[in-house]
């Protein structure tokens, strides 16, 4: 599709959220959410399986960073064996990365499994998942980008928690830390809120919110990477959205692109079902090459999410940034779109 194409069609698609109810009626239907189960809280002395599901890491010297980062957490690592394969971009063929996650699972030693990096390649792997493995011993899966399509499938296929937080080979800085230790080893139910007290006007406005819709809303966890959720619709991989809140978040796309991935999420039905919506960091997002002089970010993110009529904002302090959120997929949170916040209603674990 050629860009001039798009923006000729751009003023039609600014109302595109408003009235699919009448058409959700004969959209295939997404996976039907099972019972939910709570995985086992983290303890200091666990040990956590660590895999590669999507690109490759294949300097050893960055792997030993790495289980340096899981033990400065208390944690001890257990690498999957697999971990440092490369086919391609991909870290194994999709066999020997999934057989990675499948015994990761089945593994009574692994409390939890960490996603090294991301990259490409979680839904190659999803038809080779042993999912009644999985299902049998929930863990909590932590990891974001790529990784979104496991989060996603799990959700749909094994109905248990998992997080969307930093991956293995994330920086870690303080704010993530305590985040993720909040929601994975305290149980606790943490308010997340954009960091304060930024002192140099760039992290001043990376930390700001926007709001297109004011208001409250509650409904469980669901959504991730904008690029890798909508790459599955269509599939049984997706879990069904009806009162989720939905939070998205991307890197390196240009507004347009981020026009017809939401064009494609209205169109299925996706924002017509849900009770907010929340837009966290689109890294590296701005226009250019053939959109220079378009729609910036927020004028796209506020043609879709405005007509909906629910709380919805732009800002919030996940994706492909330093530090970041630890949002537990399928658990019950509030959010409030005015003041820029994301409550947790119960906690992630057991």
């Not at 959410?33 to 709570?38: A, D, L, M, Q, R």
């Not at 960091?195 to 140099?200: A, M, R």
């Not at 026009?259 to 494609?264: A, G, I, P, S, V």
């Not at 994706?319 to 947790?344: F, K």
């Amino acid at each position: 599709m050629r860009i001039d194409r798009r923006d000729m069609m751009a003023g039609a698609l600014a109302g595109i959220g408003a009235g699919m109810g009448a058409l959700l009626a004969g959209l295939p239907a997404m996976a039907a959410p099972t019972p939910w189960v709570k995985p086992p809280r983290l303890r200091a002395g666990d040990t956590v399986g660590l895999i590669e599901p999507a690109g490759f890491t294949d300097d050893n010297f960055d792997l030993d960073l790495v289980k340096d980062t899981i033990t400065a957490m208390g944690l001890k690592s257990k690498a999957a064996p697999h971990l440092a394969g490369r086919y391609g971009y991909l870290a194994g063929t999709d066999k020997d990365r999934a057989a990675d996650v499948n015994a990761m699972f089945a593994d009574p030693e692994v409390r939890a499994v960490f996603a090294v990096r991301g990259g490409w390649g979680c839904a190659r792997i999803l038809p080779l998942l042993d999912f009644a493995t999985i299902r049998k011993n929930p863990k909590l899966l932590v990891g974001f980008s790529d990784i979104t399509a496991l989060h996603l499938a799990f959700a749909a296929k094994a109905g248990f928690t998992t997080i969307h937080g930093p991956n293995a080979a994330s920086s870690w800085g303080q704010y993530s830390w305590d985040a993720f230790r909040a929601v994975a080893f305290d149980g606790a139910t943490p308010t997340f809120a954009n960091p304060v007290g930024h002192e140099d006007r760039l992290a001043q406005r990376a930390g700001r919110i926007r709001t297109f819709r004011p208001g409250v809303a509650r409904g469980r966890l669901l959504g991730g990477n904008l690029t890798v959720l909508t790459a599955l619709m269509g599939t049984p991989w997706l879990p069904d959205f009806d009162g989720a809140l939905l939070f998205i978040e991307d890197v390196g796309e240009q507004p347009y692109r981020i026009d017809r991935m939401l064009t494609q999420l209205s169109l299925a039905g996706v924002l017509g079902r849900v009770k907010g919506v929340i837009f966290g960091q689109c890294s590296d997002c701005g226009p250019g090459g053939p959109s220079y002089g378009g729609f910036t970010l927020s004028q796209v993110l506020q043609q879709h999410l405005e007509p909906l009529g629910i709380p919805a904002f732009q800002g919030a302090q996940f994706g492909h940034v330093a530090n970041q959120y630890s949002l537990p997929i399928g658990i019950a949170a509030e959010m409030d779109a005015t003041a820029g916040t994301v409550r947790l209603l119960e906690s992630a674990v057991v």
